[in-house]
């Protein structure tokens, strides 16, 4: 490759290979430190640093106008540089307390060597070798070392006895009462011989054990640890630098008293201080140390804490990042927007820009559109320049910068229609929670977006925010339309049907447009159509009496369709008779779709609905997404003018029963709480036959709840008779649109029984649940029937129950998302490397092999269709011109 | 010239397709009697349709998965138990027993059998009820009332003699059983029949009244840590399901098909079958516990989820403790969970991170090796020739 001379081409970003890691030798720290450190002032009184300070000039800046001592690097560009501050005593460091304990007690206290035979080690070793191959973890073989080598109780190689040693937290070790210091067991472990260490699973290049106890410490940049500003001009330090000022003060009034030649007691004191400051340097929260506290009293955040959680760096900031160019504001639908498209503000279209380098053949667009500048819609916010520097466009400059604007540059140019951008909803739990779309620049506030695409993002319009982002290269952009667009993922591979298609209106309009209207006169056919790509009716269905051509719901329907469709199925609203009379169905719910015209059957959830759609399925595998993506945009615009056309409201007086069917009801419950004191007479009797295996209490419970809930059901059944088809709620709970008869009969009927568990409501007071009760009462009301329906209004015991089921409900929705969520994050970060290979197995990215082919069949499973027995038949039959099924 | 259904067999044998898909060519082929033309032109139109069925390589397979498991776990409920099937025996459902089984968990928390009968005694009533008691645990409790007779010092054990027979259990090997676990003498009472009496050695009121709650805990017939078994009869044979599992013990009993037994607990499944039987056993668990909740995912997203458990020849658990906690590399580790730990670790063995999965190159800061990442297209310059 050419480069040319100026260096303009962006150099390719270098790769990182691979990370070792390792211990900080106190050669090295002090190698890589640009300073000691020896004061514990930061600023003086002019707020310049302080030399060897903690907030010396060479460990980086963080004020404007300061440069660095060290690289010369302003403020920002400064990664900033490490220090050291040299401890006068060797302190232990917390986190390997754990390993120095093991290890103390599995070396030899005199001759430090590891306490197992020659023999031994080698075995050890090989095994090491045989687990790196594999590339599994070590970690249960260096435990079983230090348990092997523990158990020795004279060394091998020098006869010496050895002792118990005692740990004790935070860091104590005591051998026979005597405690060891630190400065002693850093003398152990520097005579471990380097090949004992291997066998601990250690590597002596990277890391000596005697490393883990320091004599140096390294003293972390500035741009680690900035101090903020104040209002008032206070300057306010970090948490990590209040704790290396306490540092080193101990480590100097330590320096102090030794050179004093204080008494030991003292001395010990002070190296115990200096240890405590150490460890909650490292890790604030370790147990058995108090935590060190701000002034305020809030306890430090130190180093473990910035890495620890979710808010740490390494989940917070490392895995997830912050971005720029998205926008997040609250959605609302628009149905006459396609499913590929978003609706975005005015106000946000301005502020999101796409970079377009400018190249002779753009020139003049791009002069255009910089010479609108940022106020006018589609115009430019920023440019920059050959060399990198960026300007804003302003109303001043902006005729100016168009006039200089020439190839090379780069124009930041507002979104505009047509662009693609990535939208979101969180939770983002599949990958159908981040769809790409293309913009539609709109007035008002507010992201629209199609209601069909809902389920995917699992998203409603009571105040649901979502976010959108925009894509800043053209291999992004290239990528998202071809694998990211809306209409690539109406398949779901959670199980390889549709998972965006008609929602609540959607299929309440076609319902009631393919099933009542027959008589749908050419203007009214014409209005229905008029939004999809139709513009020629079929013949119609007939003449009405005065001789106008008519059309059917069907006929309007079938405009949609692909010529050469052919379905036969089900439809929601199937009564499930005992004998399935196929397209002679008498009520119209087996849908017959013949050469793309629907012939029979009344289209409702199961046609065209989200997740159970069969005509929206059969025609994305069939004709592909924009096919499909089509489809479902004349759909719902079609199916909208439907339901207008008739009309679908729902008041209160939809849940009018006439008055018999009340005493119906009335009577049913009534006989259903003869039922229950039958029940308890012969319980209290002990008449009552226990069912295998469960105690007579248990029984009775459980015929009680039979025969009320059977009670529920059959009010239910009776109040369902008096609510037919012109019902709009019955319209909605059998097309499936919204609601259930269920929701329906607990409004007219009765609302039955309240449950915390599965059981019949039990708690309160001791023996009832309420006092309105008498103490054993079994009865029907006293543990939480309702016998009102919504309608007729709940009794107050009857509400309280209704909120105690209630209640229970939200409790397991609130317990129900911190459980699956966590599920989640296990199992995606189980499988996250796996992949498909050429050759069609699936392998971690390290080269394991999982599967030796995906799935065993090597089958997508939203592809799935075309390798069924179905298609075999259809290729056999299509070749042979012989039926096989 | 019709061809010949070994010739058709023998056409299809060698095929890359999936043997359901064969078994159908085959029969369908023979059916259609296909000359050897029509057999050619039937194969290469189905490996096309079976090639654009197949995943596309580099396909991101894992993360799909993991979602398609994942996401209907927030539309699961959390009640714990439900009747499935068997109103008399309580089962684990819903989330929480998904999550028992990607936990991996040595025993679930409702263990239960489903025994099979050999199909001679499919409808033999009689001999289900007689395994159901060889499989029951019995202990004192269900045959004798026990009371404690302090002025004698000594345990008296009245047997019902009704329920010793419905469980068939002889005076004899109770007393037995007993003298054998409690390491005590047992004599039958002289004057009252179907009366046991164990008196101790030496008098001692702690003793007598240790031995009263031992006695509790001796089996007397049946496999210990089954609680309950009931018979039913299913689709024209009786089963038997038990709360508790002992499938090794099951498996033993003569007259139980053990080809058809299984349990709920897969880790006994994997100590008795082994490593592949665990696997299916995972898919069969999963599969059944969101079928219960109505939730449709497809098998092979629970196969790879069944298969990274157990593709080391263990059950490893999803998560801190099996396949999470082993990765490779330090930084999936880390940012996974207790990430000091592992830092620390890692810097005392000198490991090096090959930044080979995804995490670790969304750390550093690295397009990853998945997806549109694992493809690499060079263009060339066509000026340059």
Partial sequence: MVISMDNTIPSIPQRIGAIRFGLLSPREIRKMSVTSIITADTYDDDGYPIDMGLMDL??????????????????????????????????????????????????????????????????????????????????????????????????????????????????????????????????????????????????????????????????????????????????????????????????????????????????????????????????????????????????????????????????????????????????????NLSINEVGVPYAIARQMTIPVRVISRNLEMMRA?????????????????????????????????????????????????????????????????????????????????????????????????????????????????????????????????????????????????????????????????????????????????????????????????????????????????????????????????????????????????????????????????????????????????????????????????????????????????????????????????????????????????????????????????????????????????????????????????????????????????????????????????????????????????????????????????????????????????????YDRSVRETRGVIVQFKYGEDGIDSTKSDYNSKDTVHNIVSSVTGKEVK | MVLQEATIEGMVKDLPLPSDVKQTLISDSVKASVNKKQMEEIIEKLLETYDKSCVEPCEAVGVISAQSIGEPGTQMTMRTFHYAGVAEINVTLGLPRLIEIVDARKRPSTPMMTVHLDNEYLEDREFANKIAWMIEATHVEHLADVTTDLSNMQLVIDLNEKAMNKREVGIESVMEKLEHGLGVSVVQASEVSNQLLIKLKEPSYRELLQLAKKINTITLKGIDGIKRVVVRKEDGEYRLYTEGSELKKVLEIDGIDPTRTSTNNIGEIYEVFGIEAARNAIIKEATDTLREQGLEVDVRHIMLVADIMSCDGEVKQIGRHGISGEKASVFARAAFEVTVNHLLDAGLRGEVDELSGVTENIIVGQPIKLGTGDVHLVSRNPLQG
């Avoid at chain 1, 620890?308 to 971005?323: A, D, I």
């Avoid at chain 1, 005493?663 to 009797?685: C, K, M, P, T």
């Fill in chain 1, 369 to 837: 559109y910089v010479a609108r500048g940022g106020e006018t819609h589609p115009g430019a916010n920023y440019v920059f320049r050959e060399d990198g520097r960026r300007l804003k466009i302003t109303e001043a400059n902006k005729e100016e910068l168009a006039e200089k604007l020439e190839p090379g540059w780069t124009v930041e140019r507002q979104m505009q229609d047509g662009d693609i951008v990535l939208f979101n909803r969180q939770p983002s739990l599949h990958k159908m929670s981040i769809m790409a779309h293309k913009v539609k620049v709109l007035p008002n506030k507010t992201f629209k977006l199609n209601p069909s695409v809902c389920p995917p993002y699992n998203a409603d319009f009571d105040g649901d925010e979502m976010n959108m982002h925009v894509l800043q290269t053209e291999e992004s952009r290239a990528e998202a339309s071809i694998l990211m667009q809306v209409q690539e993922n109406i398949l779901s591979p959670r199980f390889g049907g549709p998972i965006i298609g008609g929602i609540h209106d959607h299929i309440s309009g076609m319902f009631l447009l393919t099933r009542n209207e027959k008589m749908i006169s050419k203007n009214d056919a014409l209005e229905l159509l008029r939004k999809s790509e139709v513009r020629e009716l079929p013949e119609p269905a007939g003449y009405n009496d005065a001789g106008d051509p008519f059309w059917t719901g069907k006929q309007i329907f079938s405009q949609i369709l692909p010529n050469d469709l052919n379905l036969e199925f089900k439809a929601n609203v199937c009564f499930k008779c005992d004998v399935c009379k196929g397209r002679d169905c008498e009520y119209d719910s087996y849908v017959v779709v013949e050469n793309g015209e629907l012939v029979a059957g009344t289209i409702d959830e199961k046609a065209i609905g989200a997740f159970k759609g069969k005509i929206l399925d059969s025609i994305v595998k069939r004709y592909g997404s924009t096919e499909a993506a089509q489809f479902v945009d004349d759909m719902t615009r079609l199916a909208i003018r439907g339901v207008m056309r008739t009309g679908l409201s729902f008041g209160i007086s939809d849940e009018d029963i006439p008055r018999e069917a009340r005493l119906n009801i009335d009577e049913e419950l009534e006989r259903a709480e003869n039922e229950v004191a039958e029940l308890i007479q012969a319980y209290e009797a002990k008449e009552l036959e226990p069912l295998p295996g469960r105690t007579l209490a248990e029984t009775i419970e459980l015929k009680i709840m039979q025969s009320l809930g059977k009670a529920r059901d059959h009010a239910g059944t009776i109040a369902g008779n008096h609510l037919g088809l012109e019902n709009s709620a019955v319209i909605m709970a059998k097309s499936g649109a919204r609601g259930s008869m269920l929701n329906l009969t607990q409004m007219a009927a009765c609302v039955g029984q309240q449950a915390v568990r599965g059981e019949r409501i039990r708690r309160g007071y001791e023996g009832r649940t309420l006092p309105h009760f008498d103490r054993g009462d079994l009865g029907a009301d006293a543990h939480g029937f309702v016998k009102s329906s919504y309608k007729s209004g709940l009794n107050p015991t009857e509400y309280f129950f209704h909120a105690v089921g209630g209640r229970e409900g939200l409790v397991d929705t609130a317990v129900r998302t911190s459980q699956s969520g966590y599920l989640q994050r296990r199992l995606v970060n189980a499988l996250q490397d796996l992949e498909v290979q």
């Fill in chain 1, 58 to 335: 060479r460990l980086g800046v963080i004020d404007p106008g300061l440069r660095c001592k060290t690289c010369g690097g302003r403020a920002g560009e400064c990664p900033g540089h490490f220090g050291h501050i040299e401890l006068v005593a060797p302190v232990l460091h917390v986190g390997f307390n754990k390993v120095i304990r093991k290890i103390l007690r599995s070396t030899c206290r005199n001759c430090s060597h590891l306490l197992l035979e020659d023999k031994q080690k080698k075995a050890y070793l090989n095994q090491f070798a045989k687990l790196d191959v594999m590339s599994h973890l070590p970690d249960d073989l260096i435990n079983n070392v230090f348990k092997e080598a523990r158990k020795t109780k004279i060394c091998p190689y020098c006869g010496e006895e050895q002792l118990e040693i005692k740990f004790e937290k935070p860091s104590d070790y005591i051998e026979n009462d005597y405690k060891l210091t630190p400065t002693e067991i850093r003398d152990r472990l520097e005579h471990i011989p380097d090949d004992d260490l291997k066998v601990m699973g250690m590597d002596p290049v990277s890391a000596r054990p005697e490393w883990m106890v320091l004599t140096v410490l390294a003293v972390p940049p500035v741009t680690v640890r900035p101090s903020i500003t104040l209002e008032s001009g206070q300057r306010s330090e970090d948490d990590l630098t209040h704790k290396l000022v306490d540092i080193i003060r101990i480590n100097q009034r330590f320096q102090e008293n030794r050179d004093a030649g204080a008494p030991q007691l003292i001395i010990e004191d002070l190296w115990e201080l200096l240890q405590y400051h150490l460890t909650t340097f490292f890790d604030n929260e370790v147990s058995g140390v108090p935590p060190a506290r701000h002034r305020s009293g809030r306890p430090l955040k130190t180093l473990t804490q910035r890495l620890k959680g979710k808010e740490g760096r390494f989940r917070g900031s490392l895995s997830g990042k912050r971005v720029n160019f998205s926008a997040r504001t609250v959605v609302s639908p628009d149905p």
